[in-house]
């Protein structure tokens, strides 16, 4: 197996009959049931199973991963829920994988697309004001990094300035998405970023281990049992501030509140490096320039236009500068204190 990205389909044929057939390639009989569930990277359904519960289908985006790189995000995710950590890793079935070799019966092949199965667990949005829930998600993310501090990614990206700022800001303005009179704002207000978060990323650097990479409340379900994490699509190696800055809200008093509450959890079962603080407005400024840059690389995709066609407009970008403007001042604040 190459570590090269084949060349596979797009998602033009990906239609009904082909996700049906595709689940039934792995032995499970659909009562024909489909609901397309709220992903635009992959594409993402729920998959009726007669006389079962439902299960989840991922669709890999073709050309985005490798074989090795999405199996490796199964081997992480498997590996946490064999530690009782509640990820939900994708299921493991014998026939018909993409590799033969132990352990990586997750990732199959039915004309063309490479997908994955998982089974289906329902839950809400936890309640990121209720400080009952940020200790324990705090817990569970500690849990999370204590294994993934063992080892980083071999295959899988790692969260960095080139691939978070400069990519994305070169392919927009390569490409034109951006009407004439906003360009010199707008390279001018991303190269004051980048001397900052350059700055920020020499002073403070962090240990990269293996994250979850977008652990937003969307990626965490929760349910009377408490919480379960979802989506390890963008995991990768990065500084474990990433995976707790997105739980935070508010004003900076509300912040230091709900994050002295998450590391409380965090620390019963890992150390954390309180330096990472002063990275958290580096790595959101580094999210916002990677979303515009992401709608912009992915506008191609028809399901994109439909899913966010206030993009490529001038309120867009005019709205998309004030923001970089009002993200170039937090840069340049004091970081949050665990005890100010």
């Known amino acids: 197996m190459s570590n090269t990205i084949e060349k596979l389909h797009d998602y033009a044929a990906l239609n009904p009959d082909t996700i049906i057939n595709a689940v039934e390639s792995k032995a499970f009989l659909s009562d024909a049931r489909i609901l397309a569930l709220n992903s635009y990277e992959n594409r993402v359904y729920q ?3 007669e006389g079962e519960q439902p299960i989840i289908a991922k669709f890999y985006r073709p050309g985005r991963w490798t074989d090795e790189q999405i199996l ?15 990820a ?35 839950g809400r949005a936890p309640e990121l004001s209720d400080m009952e829930h940020l200790y324990w998600l705090g817990k569970l993310m500690g849990r999370i990094h204590s294994i993934g501090k063992i080892h980083p990614f071999q295959y899988r990206p790692t969260l960095s300035i080139e691939s978070f700022i400069n990519k994305p800001f070169n392919f927009i303005l390569e490409h034109d998405f951006m009407p004439v009179l906003f360009k010199a704002s707008y390279e001018a207000i991303v190269k004051d970023i980048l001397h900052h978060v350059e700055s920020n990323y020499q002073q403070f650097a962090p240990e990269l281990i293996r994250l979850h990479g977008d652990c937003h409340s969307g990626n965490i379900l929760w349910t009377d049992q408490g919480p379960h994490f979802v989506d390890f699509d963008d995991s990768r190696n990065g500084p474990a501030v990433q995976d707790l800055w997105m739980l935070l809200s508010g004003e900076r008093n509300e912040q230091e509140m709900q994050l002295r509450e998450i590391l409380e959890g965090y620390q019963e079962y890992c150390d954390f490096n309180l330096s ?18 992401w709608l912009a690389k992915r506008w191609d995709d028809p399901a994109f236009p439909r899913a966010f066609p206030w993009f490529n407009t001038e309120s867009f970008w005019g709205e998309h500068i004030l923001q970089l403007k009002e993200q170039l001042a937090a840069l340049q604040e004091p970081a949050l204190q665990l005890y100010p």
């Open 276 to 293: 990472e603080l002063n990275l958290i407005e580096s790595l959101r400024s580094m999210r916002i320039i990677h979303y515009a840059g």
């Open 88 to 122: 939900i890793p994708p299921l493991c079935l014998a026939d018909h994988c993409v590799t033969d070799m132990p352990g990586e019966s997750s990732l199959f092949t039915y004309q063309g697309y490479r997908f994955a199965l998982y089974q289906r667990h329902g």
């Open 72 to 86: 490796e995000e199964h081997q992480f995710s498997r590996e946490l829920y064999d530690l009782d950590i509640p």
């Open 47 to 49: 998959v009726g199973i």
